[in-house]
């Protein structure tokens, strides 16, 4: 089972971009699907992304299509989300997680994945 830890995240003004990173510890992370989440204030937490075991497949929630991009590189062990023309509503605590057991659109439900990071803070100000 992988472990993981996010970074990247931070303030940034509207428009502005940011690279999220998730490392992982464990011998089984290429074999693993992984996905985004957040989860802002008051709200529940949403999908935002996710990629399957070789990065041939991804998927993305519609609003983040066209600004997000997510990758990973199974030789550093590391998921990274690409965040660009970011807008305040983008405001959320950012987490990874992975899934050894679903692929397809079983990734796009946070039940599905039974390794989570603690989190990075996402600010976007207007």
């Known amino acids: 089972q992988v472990q993981l830890a996010e970074s990247g995240g931070g303030l940034v003004q509207a428009g502005g971009s940011l690279r999220l990173s998730c490392a992982a510890s464990?011998?089984?992370?290429?074999?693993?699907?992984l996905g985004w989440f957040r989860q802002a204030p008051g709200k529940e937490r949403e999908f935002v992304a996710a990629?399957?075991?070789?990065?041939?497949?991804?998927y993305y929630e519609n609003f983040v299509k066209g600004r997000f991009t997510i990758s990973r590189d199974n030789a550093k062990n590391t998921l990274y989300l690409h965040m660009n023309n970011l807008k305040p509503e983008d405001t959320a605590v950012y987490y990874c997680?992975?899934?050894?057991?679903?692929?397809?659109?079983?990734?796009?439900?946070?039940?599905?994945?039974?390794?989570w990071g603690q989190g990075t803070q996402v600010t976007v100000s207007s």
């Open positions: 997680a992975a899934t050894g057991t679903y692929s397809g659109i079983n990734l796009l439900r946070g039940e599905r994945y039974n390794t």
């Open positions: 990629i399957n075991y070789n990065g041939t497949t991804t």
């Open positions: 464990g011998r089984t992370f290429s074999s693993n699907s």
